[in-house]
């Protein structure tokens, strides 16, 4: 996916890369990006910096929350140290400068695209307690009956599938998830879970996927299937 608001490099991007063999999807600001992000499993995002609505940065922590394992690289004007840092820090897989060389970027795309092809591929599709959960499509179904999942709710199922050695703490469900570094309560974590859990489980009073920790927040349950 390329996110770039000016009009001629996007569609120059988005022809370089088709004539490289790529399939590829061009928006030209943050929220579409983030939606088209957390819909599609692209490999790559091509991702500018300096965006009419969200900036580069913030699409770059939403997609890293809603896609652990996404490829992408930040092709920008901005060059200083600090940017480069802030684009980084944010989840950032490489950074390169605009004006840039046709070769180089190229490159980091295939340089990009062999690390994730090595790296073991995060499961989209779940299995746990006879619900198969489609974290891609967002979407759960348990028999014959098939319910739709927000983004938020399949962004804590794949947090804590993820992290399923151990518990998760609300805060720390705030922050990777919601993105929030305090502003909201964590009673909005229980909250979405309860809805949550009206989706996914067999009896929502007893909970064998999404589990409560007494004292230490939720895990996932012990109950995976595959």
């Given at each position: 996916m390329i996110v770039e608001d000016e009009q001629t490099l996007r569609?120059?991007?988005?022809d370089l890369l088709?004539?490289?063999?790529?399939?590829?999807?061009?928006?030209?600001?943050?929220?579409?990006?983030?939606?088209?992000?957390?819909?599609?499993?692209?490999?790559l995002v091509?991702?500018?910096?300096?965006?009419p609505d969200l900036d580069g940065v913030e699409v770059c922590r939403r997609l890293r929350r809603a896609r652990p394992a996404l490829a992408i690289l930040m092709l920008t004007?901005?060059?200083s140290e600090d940017d480069k840092v802030a684009g980084l820090e944010a989840g950032a897989d490489d950074y390169l400068?605009?004006?840039?060389a046709v070769r180089e970027l190229l490159?980091?795309?295939?340089?990009?695209?062999?690390?994730?092809?090595a790296a073991p591929a995060e499961p989209e599709v779940i299995e746990a307690d006879g619900c198969e959960l489609d974290l891609g499509r967002l979407s759960a179904r348990r028999g014959e009956q098939t319910v739709s999942l927000t983004p938020r709710?399949?962004?804590?199922?794949?947090?804590?599938?993820?992290q399923r050695a151990r518990a998760v703490s609300r805060g720390e469900l705030l922050e990777r998830v919601w993105g929030s570094t305090g502003d909201l309560q964590t009673r909005t974590v229980d909250m979405t879970i309860a809805n949550l859990r009206q989706k996914i489980e067999r009896d929502p009073a007893e909970p064998r996927i999404v589990l409560t920790v007494t004292g230490a927040g939720y895990a996932w349950g012990e109950t995976e299937d595959a």
């Open positions: 569609e120059g991007l988005a088709a004539a490289a063999d790529h399939h590829v999807e061009a928006v030209e600001n943050g929220t579409d990006a983030v939606a088209a992000g957390q819909r599609e499993a692209f490999d091509l991702l500018d910096l300096m965006l004007a901005r060059g400068t605009k004006p840039f490159a980091r795309i295939e340089a990009l695209g062999r690390r994730a092809t709710e399949a962004g804590i199922l794949r947090w804590l599938h993820r």
